[in-house]
């Protein structure tokens, strides 16, 4: 997957915000004090999401393949080290293997250097380049260890099992919490399924009588708030799941779009 950059972020963010400002005019003049204007706003809250969500996905897979690959490549420096390379050197004979993603942003960084840029300036171009926590974290061990000489491939041998005890510290972390995701999505399909039978099967042969010394809401005004709670349920509650699966708030948006694309779909069928 290609990286996404933060430009592409931001102007996908504003071309999404114009687009659902242009649903919701359209609903204005179209369906203003209706309850088809509310379809416009949810369309419109999609819209705004909708992209932004994939890009961030896209960007998030990129990410994980290039820390997949690091510690292939601090393993291919020790072993070049080894042979008496210099690091960058090392660094250089690297870039000409195979290492995901990783492999371009290698190659860039070694034509910086033939350009005239130094060692240092280079990885710390890197860094700000592919932005990952684990990159953020072993640029400046590298820096450090480059500047200290020495024996050097110790200190990336054990970058490198550092790197990889991350890696499975991550995969058995999303392990762990999928179960409460799913949870998060048997819970909104139950709610689903338990506001349609309620609605054929309660609310409307009890229309207009009283209850309480008050006449029970409409149909249609029942469906308008069991379409406002099942959105409301979808998005926060896939929010929470992308923090708990994933460790951001951002990585929840793609699950509350699915939902609530569900839950519209669904209430729109069955109601």
């Not at 961030?56 to 080894?82: G, M, T």
């Not at 309660?202 to 709670?229: N, Q, S, Y």
Request: with cysteine; hydrophobic share 50%; proline share 3%.
């Amino acid at each position: 997957m290609p990286k996404i950059g933060k430009s592409v972020k931001r102007i996908t963010w504003i071309a999404s915000a114009f687009l659902a400002a242009a649903i919701i005019g359209l609903g204005f003049f179209t369906a203003w004090g209706t309850p088809v204007f509310e379809e416009f706003v949810f369309f419109a809250i999609i819209a705004v999401f909708a992209s932004s969500s994939i890009l961030n996905y896209i960007d998030y897979k990129w990410k994980r393949a290039v820390d997949e690959h690091l510690p292939n490549l601090f393993r291919s420096i020790v072993q070049a080290q080894e042979t008496g390379m210099t690091l960058p050197r090392a660094l250089e004979e690297a870039a000409k293997r195979d290492y995901g993603p990783l492999t371009a942003e290698l190659r860039k960084m070694n034509a910086q250097i033939s350009w005239g840029m130094t060692f240092e300036e280079a990885l710390v171009a890197l860094a700000k380049r592919v932005d990952t926590m684990l990159i953020q974290r072993t640029v400046p061990l590298i820096i450090e260890a480059n500047r200290s000489g020495g024996r050097v491939e110790k200190v990336f041998d054990h970058m490198g099992k550092f790197v990889q005890s991350t890696l499975l510290l991550h995969k058995e972390r999303q392990n762990q919490t999928r179960p409460y995701i799913a949870i998060i999505y048997v819970a909104f399909f139950v709610f689903i399924f338990t506001i349609i039978l309620l609605f054929k099967s309660f609310f409307v042969d009890i229309e207009g009588l009283p209850l309480l010394g008050t006449a029970v809401m409409a149909p249609t005004e029942i469906k308008r708030l069991f379409f406002h709670m099942a959105a409301i349920q979808a998005f926060f509650g896939c929010l929470v799941a992308g923090k708990m699966g994933e460790g951001t708030i951002n990585a929840g948006l793609k699950h509350s779009l699915v939902l609530m694309v569900c839950g519209y779909l669904a209430l729109k069928l069955f109601l």
